[in-house]
Nanobody, 123 residues
């Protein structure tokens, strides 16, 4: 059974930090890009960041570059998203996702989704 289990969401003040974790199981980690999408109330789901389980290459949306850092521990099949300098506009449900390498990082290419974790950034 495939599972993507997120943890680390919560409430934080603007300028603060949080770290999300995504523990993956049930598929071959090295064959996938694993990362995060987010969806704010009333808005479309959008890409945030991903990392290749094969070579560790990364992608960041322009909105989070320089503030968020994605990393992975392949021995634990776990991906982390360190979020610094959080802004109220970062408030959203954050979804861990996995997509086969080579297909691009869009919601249409995702093979597996986590259930999501809410992050609220207060001003």
């Amino acid at each position: 059974e495939v599972q993507l289990v997120e943890s680390g969401g919560g409430l934080v003040q603007a300028g603060g930090s949080l770290r999300l974790s995504c523990a993956a199981s049930g598929f071959t980690f090295d064959n996938y890009a694993i990362g995060w999408f987010r969806q704010a109330p009333g808005k479309e789901r959008e890409e945030v960041s991903c990392i290749s389980g094969s070579d560790g290459s990364t992608y960041y949306a322009d909105s989070v570059k320089g503030r968020f850092t994605i990393s992975s521990d392949n021995a634990k099949n776990t991906v982390y998203l360190q979020m610094n300098s959080l802004k109220p506009e970062d408030t959203a449900v954050y979804y861990c996702a996995a997509a086969l390498l080579g297909g691009g990082w869009t919601q249409w290419m995702v093979d597996y989704w986590g259930k999501g974790t809410l992050i609220t950034v207060s001003s």
